[in-house]
């Protein structure tokens, strides 16, 4: 019985480190960084191309050039241009990697988060927030 245990215990043990979720190496955060400036100043350029090169079918599927041509209006309205960035927050949860920066736009200070699939190639989500887009959607 002893042994039954022990196998069983040892054959739990594999899987669930198989199944662990692998940490992306600190040499994809470059190629992260890359993505999140090309959008940045894809849409402050208000160059769909440049912006969407990165993004997954679903997000291009769902938010098309005519979308991001009425984003990047709206950023630049409320925040004006985008100036430089540093980050600020990173997690790697789910096979999803989140990583926020605080950008600085000429008009105010902008939170940028950008979601990344599990391998960090392909943009999942992009999120903006700041005090003066907020006032402007209320």
Known sequence: ??????????????????????????????????????????????????LSRDLSETLKQSTDAEYF??????????????????????????????RGYDCQFSMESVYFTITFNADYSKVEGIYFDSENMRKALE
């Open 1 to 50: 019985m002893k042994y039954i245990t022990a196998i069983v215990l040892m054959a739990v043990l594999v899987l669930a480190y198989g199944c662990a979720q692998k940490a992306i190496p600190e040499s994809q955060y470059p190629a992260a960084d890359e993505k999140a400036e090309n959008i940045l100043q894809g849409i402050s350029k208000e160059d769909y191309a440049m």
């Open 69 to 98: 041509s009425r984003l990047s209006k709206f950023i630049k309205e409320n925040s004006g241009e985008y100036v430089s960035k540093s980050l600020a927050a990173s997690k790697d949860e789910n096979s999803m990697h989140t």
